[in-house]
């Protein structure tokens, strides 16, 4: 254990600084020492960066440091040791960790090293992946805007569509891999090259429902039998409390309609109105 100065301390290596900066001790416990010791390997902070940092703001000077010894996988598992953080890495981090271990010659498949970062399977695998997708995808996934698995199924997207989904920041993660799914099918369905992929994404997602928008244009004809029958339903028991429900896909051979009621005279208006849908029953039986 020694004491450093908080100019050396900010002038070690950073080889190590993988990780998200997540908050520091509270400038209480910064200016009592209240940290552990920052371990240095071969004149790298190995971890506490964001001690270091606190510590320069508070103007917190000398800084209890302890030299680490033996090899760069070691140093690494300290490291993460001290992160703490199983299960929690992101896939930035994650990719940061695989950049150190490449720097510093330690196998990537490691048990010791894989532990530390996520408590089953590999993190390489999933990590690889992350690291192939163009990096607007990887923006997406890093925002959270994008699962990863998603992302990498979709990766033959155009990346000018991704551009254009990334600019629409209204999309929640779930709405982007929908939208994003259904433009790789329409691309593929409909051989299209990369001007008209992204003409039609734009169009999409310059709509009021992308969402909407972009099943219309993949399922044309499920679209406007979808229209049909709400046009029919509205026909027939619009304001009525009634519900039809078509099967899904409009695949089966049967509606299905119910109803609430609280009263006799409710009960005898509501079957009253299921008369509009013998009127209408023809088209919609035209459906299935």
Same mark, same amino acid.
């Given at each position: 254990?020694k004491?450093?100065?908080?100019?050396?301390?900010?002038?070690? @290596?950073?080889?190590?600084?993988?990780?998200?900066q997540?908050? !520091? !001790?509270?400038?209480?416990?910064?200016? =009592?020492?209240?940290?552990?010791?920052? !371990?240095?390997?071969?004149?790298?902070?190995?971890?506490?960066? @964001?001690?270091?940092?606190?510590?320069?703001?508070?103007?917190?000077?000398?800084?209890?440091?302890?030299?680490?010894? *033996?090899?760069?996988?070691e140093?690494?598992?300290?490291?993460?040791?001290?992160? *703490?953080?199983?299960?929690?890495y992101?896939?930035?981090?994650?990719?940061?960790?695989?950049?150190?271990?490449?720097?510093? *010659?330690?196998?990537?498949?490691?048990? =010791?090293?894989?532990? +530390?970062v996520?408590?089953?399977?590999?993190?390489?695998?999933?990590?690889?992946?992350?690291?192939?997708? !163009?990096?607007?995808?990887?923006?997406?996934?890093?925002?959270? =805007?994008?699962? +990863?698995?998603?992302?990498y199924?979709?990766?033959?997207?155009?990346?000018?569509?991704?551009?254009?989904?990334?600019?629409?920041?209204?999309?929640?993660?779930?709405?982007?891999?929908?939208?994003?799914? #259904?433009?790789?099918?329409?691309?593929?369905?409909?051989?299209?090259n990369?001007?008209?992929?992204?003409?039609?994404?734009?169009?999409?997602?310059?709509?009021?429902?992308?969402?909407?928008?972009?099943?219309?244009?993949?399922?044309?004809?499920?679209?406007?039998?979808?229209?049909?029958?709400?046009?029919? #339903?509205?026909?027939a028991?619009? *304001?009525?409390?009634?519900?039809?429900?078509a099967?899904?896909?409009?695949?089966?051979?049967?509606?299905?309609?119910?109803?609430?009621?609280?009263?006799?005279?409710d009960?005898?208006?509501k +079957?009253?109105r299921? @008369? @509009?849908?013998?009127?209408?029953?023809?088209?919609?039986?035209?459906?299935?």
């Open positions: 254990m004491m450093m100065s908080i100019a050396d301390a900010t002038s070690l @290596g950073r080889r190590f600084d993988v990780f998200r997540t908050s !520091p !001790p509270p400038d209480s416990f910064i200016e =009592r020492g209240l940290f552990p010791p920052l !371990p240095v390997w071969r004149g790298d902070l190995v971890w506490g960066f @964001g001690i270091v940092a606190a510590a320069r703001r508070r103007a917190v000077s000398p800084l209890r440091s302890v030299s680490v010894e *033996g090899t760069p996988e140093a690494v598992c300290i490291a993460l040791e001290l992160e *703490g953080r199983v299960d929690r992101t896939v930035d981090e994650k990719s940061r960790i695989l950049g150190l271990l490449s720097e510093l *010659g330690v196998d990537a498949s490691s048990p =010791r090293i894989a532990v +530390l996520q408590s089953s399977g590999s993190f390489v695998e999933q990590t690889r992946r992350y690291e192939s997708l !163009p990096a607007v995808v990887r923006r997406l996934v890093s925002a959270a =805007r994008l699962d +990863l698995r998603s992302g199924r979709l990766r033959r997207l155009p990346e000018a569509v991704w551009v254009a989904i990334e600019s629409v920041e209204r999309l929640t993660a779930s709405e982007t891999r929908i939208v994003a799914t #259904r433009l790789e099918e329409i691309r593929r369905r409909d051989g299209l990369v001007r008209e992929c992204v003409e039609i994404a734009r169009k999409v997602l310059a709509a009021k429902d992308p969402v909407a928008d972009s099943h219309r244009l993949r399922y044309p004809e499920l679209s406007a039998m979808q229209e049909r029958f709400d046009r029919l #339903r509205r026909q028991l619009d *304001g009525s409390g009634v519900r039809l429900e099967p899904e896909g409009f695949e089966g051979a049967s509606y299905h309609v119910s109803f609430d009621f609280f009263s006799r005279a009960f005898d208006r +079957l009253a299921l @008369g @509009g849908v013998a009127e209408v029953c023809d088209e919609l039986f035209d459906l299935l």
